[in-house]
């Protein structure tokens, strides 16, 4: 009888995992194709509007476009760049982040990148001021979006959440350095007047992100439990954060108990839930 009850509640847990999975899937999917979505309407009429460069390597697509359109006479598809581009950044991630972060993060690479190429150039606006500062907001929305989602906009975007779980650490100076580079090659062939206002466009951008996206809260966790060698390999296969044991007992077994304790970013607490 209580092999049957263990057998009913093991079958239970297991589908209840499996409706989590499920639910995530959903979200990511509903995410990934909403932050495609705002991110293409963004470059279509703020940023095409302002001749902004984004940063990442959706700047170095727009940046590209107008290299070819003015020294070639090209009008090169932003969809055949933007791929071409993340195509090594994917591989990277796939390899060292995660499958299934890179294949939502791959979706919406492709989604937005079609996107751009199908939807109308519009303009908002025409004060530089103003398209620099809604478009950074419209693009740190979707940046938000997609990282809810545990996906990304592919490119830089891979290196910094790499960077991030691999060391905990924030990877941003290191993204502002590639941005600012690929400022002063637009400022030296298209004037400095678009450079200045996208450096307004990508900090307002960041600071979106820091505000809707809080992937550098920390959370202590303490796990207690008779199973600590299987979870502290599965924990650092996932999170590849260090933890510390401590050996207590229970008070009406009075059984050997082992409490694991660990700080993980707050992204992370569903996923170590789930484990």
Request: aromatic content about 10%; hydrophobic content about 45%; proline content about 2%.
């Given at each position: 009888?209580?092999d049957l009850?263990?057998?009913?509640?093991?079958?239970?847990?297991?589908?209840?995992i499996?409706?989590?999975?499920?639910?995530?899937?959903?979200k990511?999917?509903?995410?990934?194709?909403?932050?495609?979505?705002?991110?293409?309407?963004?470059?279509?009429?703020?940023?095409?509007?302002?001749?902004?460069?984004?940063?990442?390597?959706?700047?170095?697509?727009v940046?590209?476009?107008?290299?070819?359109?003015?020294?070639?006479h090209?009008?090169?598809?932003?969809?055949?760049l933007?791929?071409?581009?993340?195509?090594?950044?994917?591989?990277?991630?796939f390899?060292?982040i995660?499958?299934?972060?890179?294949?939502?993060?791959?979706?919406?690479?492709?989604?937005?990148?079609?996107?751009?190429d199908?939807i109308?150039?519009?303009?908002?606006?025409?004060?530089?001021l103003?398209?620099?500062l809604?478009?950074?907001?419209?693009?740190?929305?979707?940046?938000?979006?997609?990282?809810?989602?545990?996906?990304?906009?592919?490119?830089?975007?891979?290196?910094?959440?790499?960077?991030?779980?691999?060391?905990?650490?924030?990877?941003?100076n290191?993204?502002?350095?590639?941005?600012?580079?690929?400022?002063?090659?637009?400022?030296?062939?298209?004037?400095?007047?678009?450079?200045?206002?996208?450096?307004?466009f990508?900090f307002?951008s960041?600071?979106?992100?820091?505000?809707?996206?809080?992937?550098?809260?920390?959370?202590?966790?303490?796990?207690?439990?008779?199973?600590?060698?299987?979870?502290e390999?599965?924990?650092?296969?996932?999170?590849?954060?260090?933890m510390?044991?401590?050996?207590?007992?229970?008070?009406?077994?009075?059984?050997?108990?082992?409490?694991?304790?660990?700080?993980?970013?707050?992204?992370e607490?569903?996923?170590?839930?789930?484990?």
């Amino acid at each position: 009888m209580t092999d049957l009850l263990r057998g009913g509640k093991t079958m239970l847990y297991e589908k209840e995992i499996q409706q989590k999975r499920s639910v995530k899937a959903i979200k990511s999917l509903v995410c990934v194709i909403l932050a495609s979505a705002v991110m293409a309407f963004n470059i279509k009429t703020f940023v095409r509007a302002g001749d902004l460069v984004p940063g990442g390597i959706t700047g170095m697509s727009v940046l590209l476009q107008r290299i070819f359109l003015k020294f070639a006479h090209l009008n090169v598809p932003y969809s055949i760049l933007n791929i071409t581009l993340n195509a090594i950044p994917a591989i990277i991630g796939f390899k060292l982040i995660s499958k299934r972060f890179t294949g939502y993060s791959v979706l919406m690479i492709v989604l937005n990148s079609f996107l751009v190429d199908m939807i109308p150039t519009y303009k908002v606006t025409t004060d530089p001021l103003l398209i620099a500062l809604f478009g950074g907001l419209l693009n740190g929305v979707a940046i938000s979006i997609a990282l809810y989602g545990k996906a990304s906009s592919g490119g830089t975007d891979f290196i910094a959440v790499y960077i991030h779980r691999k060391w905990n650490i924030s990877s941003w100076n290191i993204i502002l350095g590639f941005n600012v580079i690929l400022l002063l090659v637009s400022g030296l062939l298209f004037g400095f007047e678009a450079s200045l206002y996208s450096i307004v466009f990508q900090f307002v951008s960041t600071q979106a992100i820091d505000t809707f996206h809080k992937s550098d809260q920390q959370m202590t966790m303490f796990i207690i439990s008779n199973k600590p060698d299987e979870l502290e390999r599965e924990l650092l296969v996932k999170t590849h954060h260090g933890m510390t044991r401590f050996k207590g007992e229970g008070s009406h077994t009075h059984e050997d108990r082992i409490m694991l304790y660990t700080v993980v970013s707050a992204t992370e607490v569903n996923d170590i839930y789930e484990i």
